[in-house]
């Protein structure tokens, strides 16, 4: 972190980051592509955005020298955009509120294992919020467990979660590649591992219907490649207790968003399984970092 403090508009600028993301859904849906094709031109706009923000800032590249911990941030990478392949496979499928609830569960994840990856001591109240989240997704997808069967959307919303919970825990422990060249790598190689996907299925070229240029482009370079920016060029310079509880806004941000401007609706108990996801997970985290 840096040594200033922060300022207002560093509070501003990772509010409106977590916003920014909380819209990904909602500008994924006007866009006529398949879902491993948006994620392969969001990150391939994203990344370029990125990079030429990194370089005109005056960011130099160190990450060659860091062997061990580049390995790490490679497989961070790919399991990034692997994430969002399933993520927006999902928004597709179960609609961008569900989705998104699904995902968030990677953080939780990440609390579940980190005794046992990383030796952190094990909380109690992380036990208590994870099991919290659990039945939150057991409320919130009751007719699919009920049925004895998960939908394909539903595959999708938990498996870009395991893959979420897979980025931060080899991204963790890249722990010498770290603030704005991290998020420029990283997002390079995610694109480059939804390259690898896309071309392997279609080829290079994507044609993009008339109508889904501007939200595609919109997409890459304001929810991608600005709100990364926003993000990791803030994040070093608060306190962690502030990034992750303000890291709640997105999913927060992308129920209200969907409802609003798709008209997605939950009943009474998948709102309280929701309520009940993201108390649990943001408590787990509160009391990991207070302890």
Same mark, same amino acid.
């Given at each position: 972190m840096s040594s200033s403090l922060? /300022?207002? $508009?560093?509070?501003?600028? &990772?509010? =409106? !980051?977590?916003? &920014?993301? *909380?819209?990904?859904g909602i500008v994924a849906s006007r866009i006529m592509l398949s879902s491993h094709e948006i994620v392969y031109l969001r990150t391939f706009i994203g990344s370029l955005f990125l990079i030429a923000a990194f370089l005109l800032t005056g960011g130099r590249f160190t990450a060659l020298r860091k062997g061990r911990d580049l390995i790490f941030l490679l497989l961070s990478g790919i399991?990034? %955009?692997? $994430? @969002?392949?399933?993520?927006?496979? =999902?928004?597709?499928q179960i609609g961008v509120g569900l989705a998104t609830l699904a995902y968030y569960i990677g953080p939780v994840l990440v609390m579940a294992v980190a005794p046992l990856v990383f030796k952190e001591k094990l909380i109690?109240?992380?036990?208590? %919020?994870?099991? #919290?989240v659990l039945a939150g997704m057991v409320m919130v997808?009751?007719? =699919?467990?009920?049925? %004895?069967?998960? $939908? @394909? *959307?539903? #595959?999708? /919303?938990?498996? !870009?979660?395991?893959m979420l919970a897979v980025m931060v825990i080899f991204n963790r422990m890249a722990v010498s590649?770290? %603030?704005f060249e991290n998020a420029v790598l990283q997002l390079t190689v995610s694109f480059l591992t939804v390259a690898v996907f896309t #071309?392997?299925?279609?080829g290079f070229? #994507? !044609?993009?219907?008339p109508g889904s240029l501007a939200p595609m482009l919109l997409l890459g370079f304001v929810n991608t490649g600005f709100g990364c920016y926003l993000y990791f060029s803030t994040m070093q310079r608060l306190p962690a207790q502030t990034v992750v509880i303000t890291g709640y806004l997105e999913p927060l941000s992308a129920l209200l968003f969907s409802a609003l401007l798709l008209g997605e609706r939950m009943t009474t108990v998948q709102m309280i399984g929701a309520a009940m996801i993201l108390s649990g997970a943001m408590y787990g985290e509160w009391v990991g970092i207070r302890e």
């Open positions: 922060p /300022g207002a $508009s560093d509070y501003a600028k &990772i509010i =409106a !980051s977590y916003l &920014i993301f *909380g819209l990904n399991a990034m %955009g692997t $994430s @969002w392949m399933f993520l927006y496979e =999902a928004y597709r109690p109240a992380r036990l208590k %919020g994870f099991a #919290v997808n009751g007719n =699919a467990f009920a049925e %004895g069967a998960l $939908s @394909w *959307g539903l #595959v999708c /919303g938990l498996m !870009s979660a395991v590649i770290t %603030g #071309v392997a299925k279609q070229m #994507v !044609s993009i219907p």
